[in-house]
């Protein structure tokens, strides 16, 4: 098989596995433009892999009319803190996904690429929002238990007040921690 042969089996294997990878990825370069996207990517924005390539990234991925502030490319090229747009959000019929935004640098930084790869967050997003929502039950129903058990307290403090017989609380050396007005009248002893 010559060269030439092997090179595009090569690439057509390429192209099939960045294909089946079931995460959205694009490929952008310097001038902000859609390189390359796999069938994922295309699938989330409803359209053709052909019809997207050379779109503005800002504008077909997260329909915006200008770059990103802290765009990726406008940044030491390498780092991953120069980019704004952490997620993407799309709706489809499946409902509302988020995307959180990975971006791989080419390692051959001559080209000016990177790899976008988009991970659907959507599921732990709901279950962030969830634990939150169930921490803030969950303090609430603190509070409300702790004022209740507060009210018992105060109840219970007021009866032992009130009770004729004399009633004393001791400490595990047997010493007087507190008593009732009944017990001071009995015992002739004062609370402190």
């Known amino acids: 098989m010559p060269l030439s042969e092997k090179i595009l089996n090569a690439q057509?294997?390429?192209?099939?596995?960045?294909?089946?990878?079931?995460?959205?990825?694009?490929?952008?370069?310097?001038?902000?433009?859609?390189?390359?996207?796999?069938?994922?990517?295309?699938?989330?924005?409803?359209?053709?892999?052909?019809s997207v390539l050379d779109e503005r990234c800002y504008r077909r991925l997260l329909g915006k009319e200008s770059p990103c502030e802290f765009?990726?490319?406008?940044?030491?090229?390498?780092?991953?803190?120069?980019f704004e747009c952490k997620y993407m959000e799309?709706?489809?019929?499946?409902?509302?996904?988020?995307?959180?935004?990975?971006?791989?640098?080419?390692?051959?930084?001559?080209?000016?690429?990177?790899?976008f790869h988009f991970k659907d967050v959507s599921d732990r997003m709901k279950i962030e929002k969830h634990l939150e929502k169930l921490?803030?039950?969950?303090?609430?129903?603190?509070?409300?238990?702790?004022?209740?058990?507060?009210k018992t307290r105060r109840r219970y403090e007021e009866i032992i007040d009130y009770v004729p017989i004399g009633i004393t609380i001791l400490d595990e050396r047997r010493a007087?921690?507190?008593?009732?007005?009944?017990?001071e009248s009995i015992s002739g002893l004062k609370r402190s």
């Open 90 to 115: 799309r709706t489809n019929g499946t409902g509302n996904h988020v995307f959180e935004l990975t971006i791989y640098p080419f390692p051959d930084t001559t080209s000016n690429n990177a790899v």
């Open 12 to 50: 057509k294997e390429l192209l099939i596995v960045f294909d089946s990878i079931p995460d959205p990825i694009c490929i952008i370069d310097k001038t902000l433009s859609i390189r390359r996207l796999n069938i994922a990517m295309a699938d989330i924005l409803g359209a053709d892999i052909k």
């Open 71 to 82: 765009c990726y490319f406008k940044g030491e090229v390498g780092s991953l803190h120069w």
């Open 135 to 150: 921490g803030e039950l969950l303090k609430k129903r603190v509070g409300e238990k702790q004022s209740e058990i507060e």
């Open 176 to 183: 007087i921690m507190a008593a009732n007005p009944a017990f």
